[in-house]
């Protein structure tokens, strides 16, 4: 990308809000982010992790947050903020203390993922793409999350909650305004948006064998195919030859 900027072919995503340079973020997370920095042989292939750091410490990709990556990487802000703004798990507005994503994608919106998504809204009084006035919850139309043998499917901090219902949902964001401990579905514990970006920039929190790898309806194919006796097809010998 030498010599040239970067321009985005999305203009309508947004932009970094850069009025609001309100920061948390120290040394320690610059020392931080040199440690992501030298995980690969080249630096700026740590941009995408250094970028869930800046939320993880300022709840958002902050002006601070993209000036600072640039430092670490020797690259411009003008590309951090390219990369920050392609994406949707990049946020540019602050997100609330819980990330809430209802999936509406074809299946899960066949399956109630529309009006789930009408429910949680009204139930917050916010729309997708904002966030409560207390900061406690934001909410996000989220695409297909290959969880679609569940449908249909929440996220919450990016953790699964399957089979949804306006109901259950209810009784999730009760627990979650009230600081009970909650959850997913497939057993993780639900923390916060900010300590899930925080792993997800690649520091464990040690939580990540919590709850099965798979089970139920993913494994229902799985539990036919030893039952009658299927196997898959042995791969060709050159493709054997080529692993
Ligand atoms: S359509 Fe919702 S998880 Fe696939």
């Not at 292939?45 to 993209?66: E, N």
């Not at 703004?85 to 399956?111: D, N, Q, S, W």
């Not at 919850?137 to 499917?153: H, K, Q, R, T």
Request: contains cysteine; glycine residues 8%; negative net charge.
């Amino acid at each position: 990308m030498s010599g040239h900027e970067f321009q985005s072919f999305f203009p309508e995503s947004g932009t970094v809000d850069m009025a609001d340079t309100s920061t948390h973020i120290t040394e320690a997370t610059l020392v931080e982010m040199r440690v992501l920095a030298d995980r690969y042989p080249q630096a700026r292939s740590a941009l995408l992790p250094m970028l869930h750091l800046v939320q993880s410490v300022d709840g958002r990709v902050s002006p601070r947050g993209i000036e600072a990556c640039a430092e670490v990487l020797g690259i411009t802000a003008a590309q951090v903020s390219g990369v920050a703004t392609f994406y949707t798990m990049y946020k540019r507005r602050p997100a609330g203390e819980h990330h809430i994503g209802v999936c509406t994608t074809a299946l899960c919106a066949v399956m109630g993922g529309d009006a789930l998504l009408e429910h949680v809204s009204d139930s917050l009084g916010v729309h997708p793409g904002e966030t409560t006035a207390d900061g406690k919850f934001s909410l996000e139309a989220v695409e297909c999350n290959a969880a679609c043998d569940f449908a249909p499917v929440m996220m919450v901090n990016w953790e699964f909650m399957d089979n949804m219902d306006p109901d259950k949902a209810d009784l999730l964001l009760d627990d979650l305004a009230h600081d009970r401990e909650v959850h997913s579905t497939r057993g993780a514990t639900i923390t916060s948006w900010k300590e899930a970006e925080r792993v997800l920039a690649g520091f464990p929190d040690g939580r990540a064998d919590e709850g099965p790898a798979a089970a139920g309806a993913s494994l229902a194919g799985l539990a036919i195919a030893r039952e009658r006796g299927w196997r898959a097809p042995e791969a060709p010998v050159r493709l054997k030859e080529e692993q």
